[in-house]
């Protein structure tokens, strides 16, 4: 289980703050959140998400169809 300073570390609040985390424009940072395409939810209006989910998500399509 995270502390409470762990999780706010790993967490970023708005697509602006995802967008610079994966280094990706905002306008398509929303919408990959929106469809689904990146692990993200709301709360409230304003999206969140995890940095180490964010990192797992990339590291596991970036490897997919490599043999292991």
């Known amino acids: 289980m995270m502390t409470e300073t ?3 570390a790993d967490l970023l ?5 995802i ?6 424009d905002v306008r398509a940072t929303n919408y990959k959140l ?3 395409q990146l692990p993200g939810g709301k709360d409230g ?3 969140v998400a995890s940095k180490q989910v964010l990192r797992q998500h990339y590291a596991k ?3 997919a169809g ?3």
């Not at 967008?19 to 990706?24: G, M, Q």
């Open 6 to 8: 762990e999780l706010a």
């Open 13 to 17: 609040r708005g697509v602006k703050s």
């Open 19 to 24: 967008a610079e985390f994966i280094n990706e």
């Open 34 to 36: 929106t469809t689904g």
């Open 45 to 47: 209006r304003e999206w």
């Open 61 to 63: 399509i970036t490897t």
């Open 66 to 68: 490599k043999a292991a």
